[in-house]
């Protein structure tokens, strides 16, 4: 099992890229909000992390973003190929993580199958257990739910027992509803329909149950846990990790990383600079590692 760790100064082997790879896309195409950050092709993303890797990123999670829509989701077969193909490509050079959600599959973008403006938990955890599942013999290293419904990491870690998988869970195990998603959501084509998801995403105000999230999601099985977003939460970080002995990062979501570069792009700041100590704080906070859009743009310089 990989092993994150804080005992050192921050490093490159701390810091994880995302990567989004789009079904629909004839090239790449520029996220924005995001820098030099981009929805990929398989292709161009097989040249992006061959760069990534060059510049000492090892470390990748994987947002994959289907043409096809499902009302219930059962077909994850771009996601095969594309992971498979990934896999074959860098075998062990490379840390694949795949976020594991139905946002940017479902019909109403949603991270759960939904019923009358209701998120069908049943039918959420079947199409989740799919997903890991052809995550998984693709050549996943690690499953990373983040869908923020109750007893996920229980449901996965039951399936992965009668597979006999092995593969560690990456819960998103404290996940706010927060108005710092909006470049990804555009990305991830995953902006919600009908309903916001603030009936199951953790209300910003409340430190306790946030705490007991990840808490419970340790029980369940986890085997890291994970603050989102990262530099408005970075106070969670430290007593995680103290009631639950576990590997805890912080994800340093889109908005947080597209006001380092509006300040930057409107000479109110040194974006290297500002990046630089944004990283070092939720460092210094106590994460062990953090999943951050200019990982690659930094990791020679740790």
Do not use: W
Request: proline share 3%.
């Amino acid at each position: 099992m990989k092993k994150f760790s804080n005992l050192n100064k921050l490093k490159a082997a701390n810091l994880i890229q995302p990567i989004f790879i789009e079904e629909r896309l004839k090239s790449k195409k520029i996220i924005k909000g995001l820098g030099e950050n981009y929805s990929h092709t398989l292709q161009s993303a097989k040249k992006i992390i061959t760069s990534d890797i060059n510049k000492g990123v090892k470390n990748f999670l994987f947002f994959i973003i289907p043409k096809k829509k499902q009302r219930k989701p059962e077909d994850f077969n771009f996601h095969y190929q594309v992971l498979s193909n990934i896999k074959k490509t860098f075998g062990n050079r490379i840390l694949v993580i795949v976020d594991t959600c139905l946002c940017s599959i479902t019909t109403d973008g949603h991270c759960g199958v939904t019923h009358k403006n209701k998120i069908n938990l049943n039918e959420t955890h079947k199409s989740l257990g799919i997903a890991a599942d052809t995550f998984i013999q693709a050549g996943a290293d690690i499953i990373a739910p983040s869908d923020m419904m109750k007893d996920t990491t229980k449901y996965l870690k039951s399936l992965f027992k009668k597979k006999q998988y092995k593969i560690p869970i990456m819960s998103y195990s404290s996940k706010f509803f927060s108005s710092f998603y909006g470049p990804f959501r555009n990305a991830a084509k995953s902006s919600p329909k009908k309903f916001d998801r603030s009936s199951y995403q953790l209300p910003v105000h409340d430190l306790k149950k946030a705490i007991q999230s990840s808490i419970t999601n340790a029980k369940q099985g986890a085997s890291y846990l994970m603050v989102k977003p990262g530099i408005t939460s970075i106070d969670l970080i430290k007593e995680i990790k103290n009631k639950t002995k576990l590997p805890t990062g912080a994800y340093q979501v889109s908005g947080e990383y597209a006001s380092l570069q509006y300040l930057s792009q409107n000479k109110l700041g040194d974006f290297d600079k500002l990046y630089k100590e944004s990283l070092v704080a939720i460092h210094r906070a106590g994460a062990d590692f953090i999943i951050t859009y200019g990982a690659r743009d930094i990791a020679k310089n740790l």
